[in-house]
Each structure stands twice: as C-alpha cells, then as structure tokens.
C-alpha cells in the first residue's frame, strides 16, 4: 500500500535524533518549528483522517447510506486499520474505547430533550437516543491524538502531582460537564484547582535532535483551542448543531475552548495510567 509505505518512510525519518550541531539560532528554530509541526499532523492520523470525511461524505449520503452511517463504517475502518498495521497497540485500542464510551454518554445526556445542548438533525440507522454512533469517536479521535503524540515528540512529564490526585480531578472535571445543568457550573474551580496541581509540571519533547519543554497546562489550552476550531468546521458542516446555529451557522461560542481543555486534560489522566507512558513520567515527591 503506498500510502503505508509513505507512513513507516516517514516514522523512520521522525524517528532519528541524530544531533545536528550545524543548525544554530534562526535556522535551528525555524528547523525545529517545521519538524515540531511534522509530527504533531503525524499524531493526528486518526483524527486527520476522520476529519477529511467528514468533508468529504455529503450531506445526503452516498449509495443511499446515510451520512451519520457512513461516517461510523469509516471510523470502524479507520480503527481496524491502525491496529492490523500496528499504528496503534491493543493496549491503546482499549483506552480509547473508553473515550468511546465517556464521550457516547456524554452525548446522550447533551442532546436530551431536557437538556439540548446541541443536536445531530441528519436521519440515521445508527443513531441511539438520538446520538449517531460515530460520535463517540470523535473523543476517541483526541485520546488517539495523545497516544501518538507520546510515542512520535519522545513526551515525558516532570513533577506530575500524584495519580490520586490528578484522577480525581479527572473524575470532577467530567462529572461538571454534567451537573452543570443542575447545581451550578464549577469548571473554573476546577480549573483554579488544576492550575495549583499542576503549576510545577514541565512536558517535555522532542522536535528534533534536543529535548525542549513548555508548562505542563500550556500544551493543554493549546490542544483545546485547536479542537475547538474543528468543532467550529464540524458545526459549519452541520455534522451538529448548537441551538443558536439552527436558523444560520455563527461561531462556537468561544467558552467551548474551556470545556476542550478540561476534558483534554481528563483524557490525558486516563492516557497517563497506561503502563508504557507511567515510566515516562517523574512524580512529584
């Protein structure tokens, strides 16, 4: 297959950190900057090409299955593909079915009649209480994102607060995106919360040939701001739509990029419990 042939000549390249003591100020940065760019679009295989579908199924369908159906057989494909190829390992396949089934859940709750907080309008056979079922995958896309990105940027954290800590922040940050609607919306205590956690933290990566390092949080907001510039795409293309976006499209309200970076954060605390990326993490004492 040519375009697997193309990836593993390219995982090759990514792969050699061979130091390059010619490249210095300007063109080391611009060097770095250009790699750095390489392997966070490489991290993104999955979620790279779920997104191209979502362009490219129209709206109606194709051979008389329906978008919503079309997109699920795609991502299933996608799936299966990344595990017979080895791109991704059972162990990660595993995490990620539970970012599946977080964000499934989620959904169902969202697009409740009581709550409607957006909406999937498109007719579907695969579509329960009213969620299509690709839907899940499109959490699952950002935990396979973070999987990647470990392996491809060498990423290691230094001082992580403690697992009982950061899971149980976890577990708060997803129960808000619930009982918001009930007793109040506490994200940013949590997120003053997770600012104390993790003020001393560093991620550590690799673009290149050295070993660079930005605040732990800051990789997060970053993350989330991209995510929330898919979902504008996402909405634009009517995959979903928010109760303000029924009549004509507008923006997603830029209150969106919070909710991205506390669940970013929640699915990294869940990516960090796998055993390969544990060993690559130094707890604070």
């Not at 593993?8 to 300007?26: F, I």
């Not at 732990?216 to 991209?226: N, Q, Y």
């Not at 009549?247 to 055993?275: D, E, N, P, Q, R």
Request: glycine share 8%; charged share 15%.
């Amino acid at each position: 297959m040519p375009f697997y042939a193309t990836l593993r000549r390219l995982d090759l390249c990514l792969e050699n950190r061979q130091e390059r003591p010619a490249l210095e100020g300007w063109r080391r940065f611009l060097a770095e900057f250009w790699w750095f760019g390489i392997k966070e679009a490489r991290a993104c295989i999955f979620a790279g090409l779920f997104f191209l579908a979502l362009f490219a199924v129209p709206r109606g369908g194709w051979l008389g299955i329906a978008r919503y159906d079309l997109l699920l057989l795609i991502a299933l494909g996608l799936q299966a593909w990344l595990l017979w190829r080895r791109i991704e390992t059972w162990d990660e396949a595993r995490t990620i079915l539970l970012f599946h089934l977080a964000g499934f859940s989620l959904e169902v709750f969202k697009v409740s009649a009581p709550i409607a907080s957006w909406s999937y309008p498109d007719p579907a056979l695969t579509k329960v209480l009213g969620v299509p079922l690709f839907s899940g995958f499109m959490y699952a896309a950002v935990g396979s994102y973070v999987m990647q990105a470990w392996r491809i940027l060498h990423l290691r954290i230094e001082r992580h607060p403690p697992y009982w800590m950061s899971g149980g922040l976890a577990l708060l940050l997803y129960l808000n995106l619930f009982t918001h609607h009930f007793i109040g919306d506490y994200r940013w205590y949590l997120a003053a919360l997770a600012l104390g956690l993790y003020a001393r933290s560093s991620i550590i990566f690799t673009p290149l040939d050295r070993e660079r390092s930005m605040p732990f949080l800051l990789g997060f907001i970053l993350v989330g701001f991209f995510i929330w510039l898919a979902e504008n795409m996402g909405t634009f293309l009517g995959v979903w739509r928010y109760p303000n976006q029924l009549g004509a499209w507008a923006t997603v309200h830029l209150g969106k990029w919070s909710s991205w970076t506390m669940l970013v954060l929640m699915i990294f605390t869940l990516v960090s419990g796998l055993k390969h990326v544990k060993a690559r993490i130094q707890l604070s004492p």
